[in-house]
């Protein structure tokens, strides 16, 4: 979903609300009694570099991925004591048709143009786009591949894994810029 918050409208937002926060949320429900049972299991939530930041005109996207990463952690700390390991997945650019084919666009508002343009690179809402594109970025498989070796690996390990060549620089130029926000702060 690509719109400024202004822009999006209730059904837009519920539905990128219920796809991206509370079916994680309503699958990792249905999962535990089973993993907490046999006092083992792995919960993996794919959430996305978008999960940390927040870009202009994704904020919808930015809410739920940051929706599902708060509860996320909070869940690995309850359920660790069962056994069960809980993994957020950061990923950062993805060969997949997410900023083509399946992107979806709010009506646009024309007061947003010119910073859509600057943000962007378009003011064009859909814009345009080869159909035969993919969005570029680390392939499916090789995401597929991260995923698999962190979850045989028997060590509890980390909570969050960046997959990705871009994911680690995005994710800290957001976290430095908001240690030096707080930092700047520091007399409150």
Same mark, same amino acid.
């Given at each position: 979903?690509?719109?400024?918050?202004?822009?999006?409208?209730?059904?837009?937002?519920?539905?990128?609300?219920?796809?991206?926060?509370?079916?994680?949320?309503?699958?990792?429900?249905?999962?535990?009694?089973?993993?907490?049972?046999?006092?083992?299991?792995?919960?993996?939530?794919?959430?996305?570099?978008?999960?940390?930041?927040?870009?202009?005109?994704?904020?919808?996207?930015?809410?739920?991925?940051?929706?599902?990463?708060?509860?996320?952690?909070?869940?690995?700390?309850?359920?660790?004591?069962?056994?069960?390991?809980?993994?957020? =997945?950061?990923?950062?650019?993805?060969?997949?048709?997410?900023?083509?084919?399946?992107?979806?666009?709010?009506?646009?508002?024309?007061?947003?143009?010119?910073?859509?343009?600057?943000?962007?690179?378009? =003011?064009?809402?859909?814009?345009?786009?080869?159909?035969?594109?993919?969005?570029?970025?680390?392939?499916?498989?090789?995401? =597929?591949?991260?995923?698999?070796?962190?979850?045989?690996?028997?060590?509890?390990?980390?909570?969050?894994?960046?997959?990705?060549?871009?994911?680690?620089?995005?994710?800290?130029?957001?976290?430095?810029?908001?240690?030096?926000?707080?930092?700047?702060?520091?007399?409150?």
């Amino acid at each position: 979903m690509v719109g400024a918050i202004e822009e999006v409208d209730e059904g837009e937002a519920r539905a990128i609300i219920d796809t991206d926060l509370l079916g994680p949320l309503w699958m990792s429900q249905a999962a535990l009694p089973v993993m907490r049972e046999q006092r083992s299991g792995h919960i993996v939530q794919i959430s996305s570099v978008g999960g940390v930041g927040a870009m202009p005109f994704f904020g919808l996207y930015n809410a739920a991925k940051w929706g599902l990463e708060g509860f996320s952690e909070a869940l690995a700390d309850e359920v660790a004591a069962f056994g069960v390991r809980v993994t957020i =997945a950061e990923i950062g650019s993805m060969d997949t048709e997410w900023a083509t084919g399946s992107m979806r666009f709010s009506q646009p508002k024309n007061v947003y143009d010119a910073i859509r343009a600057e943000r962007l690179g378009t =003011a064009a809402v859909p814009w345009p786009h080869d159909p035969g594109a993919t969005g570029g970025g680390t392939s499916p498989a090789a995401v =597929a591949e991260r995923l698999v070796a962190h979850i045989a690996d028997p060590e509890p390990g980390r909570l969050r894994l960046l997959i990705g060549e871009d994911a680690p620089s995005q994710v800290a130029v957001v976290l430095d810029r908001r240690a030096r926000e707080y930092a700047a702060q520091a007399h409150a």
